[in-house]
């Protein structure tokens, strides 16, 4: 069989499995979801053992070690997947929720969240993304196609088998979850022009894969990740703050998409707080890359391009800018920014005002750190990724992403 | 200049009034919609006088005269359009609504509706498309890009002018409301690659149109329009009900996407009902297609061919079926149906549960005509149009559709 013939029969099988699916009781979801969490701990054993093969391939492959690491799963690991599904199980169910209102005619409408249908994900080597996605989609009553990377193909195989394994015991359809074991680029590139057969498609990894999927797909995407993102030290900031919170921002965590790449400073505030920032980043190894002006106050650090202030590092890099006032720094980030967060140190409510209302990101945060724009954060519960488009959902998506609405309008022969 | 160059100008300078637009208040936008009607009113005699030009160069193209009908303004009907823009004026402001929540940590979130930014529409040959767009991304605080047909060009231009004008007068940027003027392919297929420049594309007209920009545009699409619609008559029918809903779902406006194409009746009451639905649509001159058992009964009527059930004839046909049973009938609208809008006639509250709930359309009615699947209708004030797709809004859409959300979250020196 043709990769197309493959996964579009795959296609057809999730789409009839989300049809019983969808007709399960929030209880019965649930129920699912706990009998996956135990039947992932009861297969712990081969799980360990199949990723051990993939952790073999990587480093005969010359994985990077940090890559190595996303990819090993060991009996803890496995144990927090099984929490992270039971906790899950725990949230709110997003189906079925709604008004119902009559309109002056006597038609009684009813609105109504319904799951979206078919669930597709494309990622990288990441294995836990694949128990996360299955169980947001199941308790949201979705079918999940997963396409991983071939990096966790024998790992993802194990979960998903076990997964499906628990499915059908408690009477579900095994084909609510199903992996595409065929990693070439021809079954995601097939993933991608399933028009009808897959209601949604979403990338979850590196910028490559998310702009190729943006570009090629012809399903409906939710395109997630890039955070090229801002803080900006207005010249009212209280400096140790200011301090505390770009180091928090630039060097927690600088491999995720909510860490800054960019701080902008008040040309009042550059030399306090630009030295003492030197200072406290020496820790880090944080490389600086800044404006003439930066340079001028910090003698020795690099000058940063244009493609500096365009690039998400991703890395213990920083750029520098030193600016007139909160308009440049506006004007700045409008011009570079990709649209995820960026924060303003400010005491004067004036500059935080103009900041929040002129910038058109998802998040905007005055006196915190960019890092909190995540869906345990905003208290979502589960996060399936960070949405940096405007249609649908914005920012952390919660469950409510995976919804779409019916309406189901009762009359008494009405017609128009 | 080259077209792609000037469409990409027009996207810049409606950034840079969007900008400005989304800092007004709910009562400074409803002013200048207000400013809007009177300058269409005022403009009146010009108008006409351009609609004329483009009914004289469709007369000698040989349009069709319903489209001619469509094409064509009066004083009447500017009329119409100026209380139109009025009533949206009326309507609640759909930007700066939300939620505040304070996290444990004291984060404080404000999460609040913001305009999506800058709003392209592809249409074809309705001037009241213009005024009716304008005014619903003036009132969301969306600054619009028209690319209307080149059938109406000359209304268009002497609409938008009157509109650009009243805009300045109240100190809006004119730029809020662009037309582009160029009317050739390259124009509109500039317009789908413009990604980053367009926040949505929304495309309005016949399906040509519609799948072209579906499947060639980069930018994000809210999908319009395709109803491949059914109406199911259950074994419980009452046949009257079922009679007056059939008529006014296929006859009252054929060309309308909420108008039905198939006609599904339950085996035990075909005979009755077929025979009585052929007699009553006489007078409408309603070509009937059907399938073998239909055809029994109706000698006479030709034969519904697997093209025929997946046409949308916007117009005087139906298809005809004779099913077994309402399991039957929900399994030929899920491979046929476009997922619009579909109706059971029963008396029996099992088959409507099971219609209603097994069928992954839009819209599903109990005893009461498809026509109703419109923003007026739900009681939404306005419509944008009808979304087939099931991310970001489904069915009608109002003007919640044309915003996004954006998130404002203060601290107090928070770090994660």
């Known amino acids: ?44 054993d081969e799980i360990i053992e199949a990723n051990k093969k993939d952790l073999e391939n990587a480093r005969s492959s010359g994985m990077k070690e940090s890559m190595q690491d996303r990819l090993m799963l060991n009996e803890g690991r496995i144990k927090e997947i099984a929490k992270a599904i039971v906790k899950i199980a725990d949230l709110k ?21 319904v799951p979206l249908g078919v669930v597709a994900m494309i990622y990288e080597a990441r294995p836990n993304v694949t128990p996360d996605a299955a169980s947001l989609c199941v308790k949201s009553g979705n079918a999940v196609i997963l396409r991983g990377g071939k990096e966790a193909i024998n790992s993802n195989k194990c979960i998903v088998a076990a997964i499906r394994k628990a499915l059908l015991e408690c009477g579900f359809d095994e084909n609510c979850v199903t992996l595409i074991e065929d990693t070439t680029r021809e079954s995601s590139s097939a993933l991608m022009q399933m028009r009808g057969g897959v209601d949604v498609l979403i990338p979850r990894g590196g910028k490559g ?35 505390k919170v770009a180091i928090n921002a630039k060097c927690s965590r600088p491999s995720v998409c909510n860490a800054i790449e960019t701080i902008l400073v008040h040309g009042a505030v550059a030399e306090e707080f630009l ?21 001028d106050i910090l003698p020795g650090i690099g ?13 213990y890099i920083v ?19 990709t649209g995820h967060s960026e924060s303003i140190i400010t005491e004067d409510h004036r500059s935080a005002d103009y900041f929040t209302s002129s910038i058109d990101s998802c ?7 960019t890092r909190f724009t995540d869906g345990g954060e905003f ?3 589960a996060e399936i990724g960070i949405s940096t488009q405007k249609l649908h959902v914005r920012g952390p998506m919660g469950l409510e992403a995976l919804t779409t609405t019916k309406y189901v309008i009762k009359g008494d022969g009405h017609t128009r």
């Open 1 to 44: 069989m043709d990769v197309y013939t493959n996964v579009k029969n795959i296609c057809d099988k999730a789409r009839e499995a989300s049809r019983s699916l969808g007709k399960k009781s929030g209880g019965e979801r649930n129920l699912a979801l706990l009998k996956m969490a135990e039947a992932i701990l009861n297969a712990k």
């Open 275 to 295: 030295q003492r920032f030197y200072t406290a980043t020496r820790d880090y190894s944080l490389e600086l890359r800044g404006c003439p002006l930066c340079c």
């Open 319 to 337: 750029s520098l800018k030193v600016v007139g006032s909160v308009y440049e720094a506006v004007e700045h980030i409008r011009k570079y920014s």
């Open 379 to 381: 208290g979502l519960g």
């Open 209 to 243: 894969l998310i702009s190729s999927v943006v570009e090629n797909a012809k399903v409906p995407v939710i395109e997630t990740g890039a955070g090229n993102c801002h803080l900006y030290v207005d010249r009212s900031a209280d400096i140790d703050m200011a301090l």
């Open 363 to 369: 998040s905007l945060y005055v006196n915190a750190s």
């Open 93 to 113: 169910d997003p189906i079925g929720t709604g008004d119902i209102f009559t309109r002056p005619n006597g038609l009684e409408i009813h609105k109504t969240t």
């Open 303 to 315: 000058e940063a391009t244009e493609e500096d202030y365009n690039t998400e590092y991703d890395d």
